[in-house]
């Protein structure tokens, strides 16, 4: 498979995965289990991935691997409070 593909591949897994975690945190928040630190991983998500898109366009590999990996703390920890 070639590596354009392959990267195609696993965004659209990234993509997924992450309107899962999106789509069970509005399901929990009737359940209550909101609280201040999944808005903390709510926030960090965001403006890391509005600062992925942007550090993307600018070109900026290893900014923007930095930006993508707190997006990913974001949503490790909404997760962490969804499952506790």
């Known amino acids: 498979m070639k ?5 195609l591949v696993w965004s ?3 993509t997924v995965v992450q309107m899962l975690v999106a789509a069970q945190a509005a399901f929990n928040k ?10 903390l991983g709510a926030q ?4 890391a991935r509005v600062a992925y898109a942007a550090i993307y366009i600018a070109g900026i590999i290893w900014v923007r691997t930095a930006a993508w990996a707190v997006s990913m703390a974001g ?3 909404i ?3 969804l499952v506790k």
């Not at 590596?3 to 990267?7: A, Q, T």
């Not at 009737?30 to 808005?39: R, S």
């Not at 960090?44 to 403006?47: A, E």
Request: hydrophobic residues 65%; aromatic residues 14%; negative net charge.
């Open 12 to 14: 659209v897994v990234l």
């Open 79 to 81: 997760f962490a409070q």
């Open 75 to 77: 949503l490790i920890v």
């Open 44 to 47: 960090l998500f965001f403006w």
């Open 30 to 39: 009737a359940a209550g289990k909101t609280n201040d630190m999944t808005l």
């Open 3 to 7: 590596p354009e593909l392959n990267l």
